[in-house]
């Protein structure tokens, strides 16, 4: 057992996050997809607008397009010259007279104001020329009821930059500007696994036949799923037993096809815990041990590709503590930013409010310690009432993360560092 009087420190979090980063080069990988499917992909490229948006002046609205000069006052009547709709192109408006017009058609030239339907009341006399006549009820300004073209993305503007992650509303922006297709960021290939001979899988032994000192696996489901809404892809390789040549074998396995391997459990310094010493043997461990509450036992390090892939260097590895809250809130601290990072992310940090803490924490810890919490009806932060890394009700339970520096305590009232969890789990 090693003797704690020569550990080394414990590794303040800013510190193992800046490393960890220096480590997550982007991947040099990049594909052509179809802008359907970009949904949470990482832009390898900008995405720069051939045209403008809208292409021409257009109507905002339903009515009737005017000069406004030749409505001076409520009352006028004109002739309606032309009706014109989305997707037409209409004449030069002669003066005095007014087109009929509907949302998003263009104005034709010589008009610079759109009457709404509602303001205006198209007359059963006709004009002299037998056509409709129109009775403008409100006196327009120029502009108005008038979408400008280029008002929204200008010819050769960038629309969307290298290292975005793209949503809803940027693939929209990245059709609408006439890209079928974007260069993206590969996905990160993750090999996961956990390790544990005390771990049971859901469906393999029922609940009254668990052996006395067996857990269901449950960080497995969890880890699965935030790589995924992370957009890598996974293979899980299921639960390693705890020994040695095992987790040598996996490891070496994992190393061979995968960009990352992230592991879950055998990273503390127990006599059963192997992965730390099978990474050791297989590469190098860069990072271990964090001042962080709860997950002090993370690792990171790489494994080294074995002799048939030469020349391509090494996997990353990640390791997690075994207790599920300390595997979930690592992930998201640490392991979150650094699959951003991989992917060509520009950004990673979370967006952190500041909240106020309607609980107490009346002993500091020496850890920077992410409490769970969540917001109450008054607007405040209420405190899981269990805060043990092995309690993952507290992690369903809620809605937030308060990050609280070491060595402090909190009062009712203070304000505090809330990260939504809305915000690691998009």
Partial sequence: MPDPARRPPLIPLDDALARLLAHARPLERTEQISTFD?????????VVSPLRVPPNDNSAMDGYAVRAADVTAPGVELPVSQRIAAGQAGTPLVAGTAARIFTGAPLPAGADAVVMQEDA?????????GGERARIQAVPAAGQWVRQAGEDVAQGAAVLRAGQRIGPAGMGLAAGVGQATLAVHARPHVALFSTGDELVMPGDVAPQSMKPGSIYNSNRFFLRALLQRLGCMVTDLG???????ATLAALQ?????????????????????????????????????????PGKPFAY??????????????????????????SFVTFLVLVRPFLLKLQ???HWAPAVQMARADFAVTRADKRREFLRVRRNAQGGLDLFGNQSSGVLTSMHWADGLVDNPAGTTIAPGD??????MAEVLK
């Fill in 344 to 346: 060509g992310a520009a």
């Fill in 239 to 245: 639960i390693v037993p705890d020994n040695r040549s």
């Fill in 38 to 46: 970009a949904d949470g992909r990482v832009l390898a490229q900008d």
């Fill in 415 to 420: 304000t505090v560092r809330f990260i939504p």
């Fill in 301 to 326: 390090g790489h494994v080294r590709r074995g002799e048939q892939q030469a020349g391509v260097g090494a996997a990353h590895f990640i390791g997690l503590p075994g207790n599920p809250v300390s």
């Fill in 121 to 129: 009341e198209a007359l059963d006399t006709k004009a002299s020329d």
């Fill in 253 to 293: 396995s994992a190393a061979e096809a995968h960009d990352l391997i992230l592991t879950s459990g055998g990273v503390s310094v127990g006599e059963e815990d192997h992965v730390k010493p099978a990474v050791e043997q297989l590469g190098a461990l860069d990072l271990w041990q964090i001042a962080l509450k």
